[in-house]
């Protein structure tokens, strides 16, 4: 197995000083995880383009950025975020009924493209898809808010792509956002899951970089 990425998800993290908490996990990070939420696709309002090209135009800030759309428009509004071939935009199956030609969008930004889908989708939808994605994130949680618990239907869910992956040998990451911790972290992995995307496990800790290698010590 190759090593699990860490990706700190700043949707827990101190928005008065975000450089300055993004810099706090550059040690542990592999990516830094940005929450987008439009209040109509999720119940909650966070940060868009703005914010997040800023990031990524900040020296200060050396990791990859994992775009997490949960909007109803990604069509509209994944172009206008700043990416170049090491960030991901990963958008919902839930928001368009064309996601090969969305794909085929986001990817010509010169990104990679994930998928995600809330908890109650059907994960035979992601099938067709897989070959043209670089990522797949699985849901632990209902999105739209941080600090929920993991739900353990996510693991079967994490199986089943993982098999359907390796079968048909694509190169799609698996990743797991939502209730992930020292105590969730060892399942979701032997599952299958190559990124682990921590928000409140990570930033709600005094010590995050400690915060990581615990994680890190529970892996299989």
Known sequence: ?????????????????????????????????????????VPNITIGPLVSNSLKGSDRVNCPLSIHLMID??????????????????F???????????????????????????PASPVEEIFPLLEELDEVLVMGVEPGFGGQEFSPEAIERIEVLDERIRENGYDTDISVDGG???ST???????GADKIVAGSAIFGKEDRIQAVRDMKKALP
């Open 1 to 41: 197995m190759s090593e699990v990425v860490f990706a700190p998800s700043i949707l827990s993290a101190d928005f008065g000083c975000l450089v300055e908490e993004i810099e706090s996990v550059d040690e542990v990070a592999g990516s830094i995880h940005v929450d987008v939420m439009d209040g109509h696709f």
């Open 92 to 118: 919902h199956s839930e928001a368009t009924d064309r996601p090969f030609e969305l794909i085929e969008r986001l990817s010509g930004l010169g990104c990679k493209v994930g998928l995600s889908q809330k």
């Open 185 to 191: 972290v060892g399942s979701v992995v032997r599952a």
């Open 73 to 90: 428009d990604p069509w509209k509004y994944g172009p206008e975020f700043v990416v170049d071939s090491e960030d991901v935009i990963i």
């Open 180 to 182: 992930m911790s020292s």
